[in-house]
């Protein structure tokens, strides 16, 4: 099951008012571990930085003067992404702007069922309590120290470490490694190696006095006891 964790950065609040992204961040999973892939990309908004948007991310117009448009990044974006689950934080906002963006280019939208809103999810399993991407690091004890000012890509990253521990622990789905190459108990190494039975059962560490008490125990329950019928 690919995943691709997702932030956005932008000039503001509504792409209808004229607002942009400015940067998209990304980090792949596959069965819920991080493969190493991800995807990054910094975007000349082609309008001026608002300072209440500079102070969010840092990204100033000098910046990104020289950064590729959206329609110029528009095909690898989606080539990235594909049709993989997007985990996103406070879907509906980065949903928006991608199918703004989108649109504007004459591209396909995204549909909204494509993503997974982490946000959504925080507030069914912990309602009324804070939910923004710091508070969750706090609660799961991610280390988020590396986050002075918003940015896309480590968002996605810390995000994407919120977002296993929301679905049940760094190990989910009790996956031990990723899906291309597991390794066997002669070292070799083959895509679906699955753990062989023990040649020779592990001894017993029941002592002898334990063994006695055990029947004792059983005799005391009387003939009708579940343990004294064969199966």
């Known amino acids: 099951m690919r995943?691709?964790?997702l932030?956005?950065?932008t000039t503001g609040f509504e792409p209808s008012e004229g607002d942009r992204i400015v940067e998209i961040g990304a980090v792949e999973l596959f069965n819920h571990l991080p493969t190493g892939r991800t995807y990054h990309q910094y975007i000349n908004p082609e309008r001026n930085m608002p300072e209440a948007a500079f102070n969010v991310h840092g990204l100033s117009e000098e910046f990104l003067s020289d950064k590729p448009i959206f329609k110029?990044?528009?095909q690898e974006f989606i080539d990235f992404i594909a049709d993989s689950k997007l985990v996103i934080h406070n879907a509906s906002f980065d949903m928006k702007f991608l199918n703004a963006?989108?649109?504007w280019v004459n591209r396909p939208?995204?549909?909204n069922d494509q993503a997974i809103d982490t946000l959504a999810i925080t507030r069914r399993k912990f309602p009324g309590s804070p939910a923004s991407l710091d508070a969750l690091c706090r609660r799961f004890?991610?280390?988020n120290s590396s986050r002075t000012l918003h940015g896309a890509l480590l968002d996605s990253?810390?995000?994407?470490?919120?977002?296993l521990e929301l679905v049940?622990?760094?190990q989910p789905d009790l996956v031990l490694s990723g899906p291309e190459v597991k390794t066997s108990t002669d070292g070799s190494q083959s895509p679906d190696w699955r753990p062989a039975p023990r040649p020779k059962p592990l001894a017993s560490r029941l002592s002898d006095k334990e063994k006695a008490a055990h029947e004792t125990f059983i005799a005391a329950l009387g003939s009708d006891a579940l343990w004294t019928k064969e199966t």
């Open 168 to 170: 049940g622990g760094r």
């Open 101 to 103: 963006e989108l649109g």
């Open 141 to 143: 004890g991610i280390d």
């Open 109 to 111: 939208a995204l549909p």
């Open 157 to 163: 990253e810390i995000l994407a470490e919120v977002y």
């Open 7 to 9: 932030d956005t950065e």
């Open 3 to 5: 995943e691709i964790v």
């Open 72 to 74: 110029n990044i528009a």
